[in-house]
């Protein structure tokens, strides 16, 4: 298990410093969790790894879940706990600084990873991650992963290959944030399978959006995994 401070944080840091990041859940989760889609634990305790400015871990607070989360940065500690606040509720957020996580064995309902695990930037951290995620969630909970499409227009900004699916954002508008980082982009279900055959069942979404932006059109897998035993 890797204990350095994880790749990029000082990006992400200056980010969340400048007040940016969303202030809104996604929608996607928020049908999810709120309507009749997914089966997934409706109440008990969520861990969000990645979790941003804490949108969607203040989202799951209001739907009666005990909320964790774990970012790369003081400054999305800080940025979510003013979100919270404002929202009326309380988050328990700490800082992830490699792929383990803080809490025992079989503790989470719902492991939350939305956007955000492919910033480890390698295959070996994400499986790393991934088998951590798995060890910390119950037998009967669930691990929720939204992950990079290839008809997201995040693809067009993506390096060629370093190597084993290791690419850098190294295209177009160099003022975003993500500019120089390393990600790891796999772009098929069956090596998204393949990275989550620790759990017992795996299940795929898809959404993509294309809001008068072709330029910015979006596009997500989603990966609903059970542990079972
Ligand atoms: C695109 S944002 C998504 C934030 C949030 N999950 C959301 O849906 O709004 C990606 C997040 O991943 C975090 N991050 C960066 N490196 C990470 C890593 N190695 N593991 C998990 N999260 C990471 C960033 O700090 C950032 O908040």
């Known amino acids: 298990m890797s204990n350095a401070k994880v790749p990029g944080a000082d990006k992400w840091a200056a980010f969340y410093g400048s007040g940016q990041g969303n202030q809104l859940p996604d929608e ?28 969607n871990l203040i989202m799951f607070a209001h739907s009666g879940f005990e909320c964790h989360g774990l970012e790369v940065s003081e400054e999305s500690i800080e ?12 988050l328990s957020l700490g800082l992830l600084s490699g792929t383990g996580i803080p809490f025992p064995d079989n503790h989470f309902d719902i492991i939350l990873s939305w956007g955000a695990v492919y910033y480890h930037g390698n295959r070996t951290l994400v499986a790393e991650a991934i088998k951590e995620f798995h060890r910390a969630i119950r037998v009967g909970g669930v691990l929720l992963m939204s992950v990079i ?20 954002i190294d295209r177009e508008d160099p003022h975003d944030n993500r500019y120089g980082l390393k990600i790891f982009y796999e772009a098929t279900s069956s090596g998204w399978r393949l990275l989550l055959s620790v759990f017992d069942e795996v299940e795929e979404g898809y959404a993509e959006i294309d809001l008068f932006a072709p330029k ?9 995994a059970r542990k079972t035993r």
């Open 28 to 55: 996607n989760l928020v049908r999810l969790v709120r309507g009749r889609y997914g089966e997934i634990p409706r109440s008990g305790r969520v861990l969000d790894v990645g979790f941003g400015r804490g949108a």
């Open 79 to 90: 940025a979510a706990k003013e979100l919270a606040c404002r929202a009326g509720v309380n």
């Open 149 to 168: 499409h290839p008809n997201s227009f995040m693809v067009r900004r993506l390096s060629d290959d370093l190597g084993d699916s290791a690419h850098l």
């Open 216 to 224: 910015r059109r979006d596009a997500w897998r989603f990966l609903l």
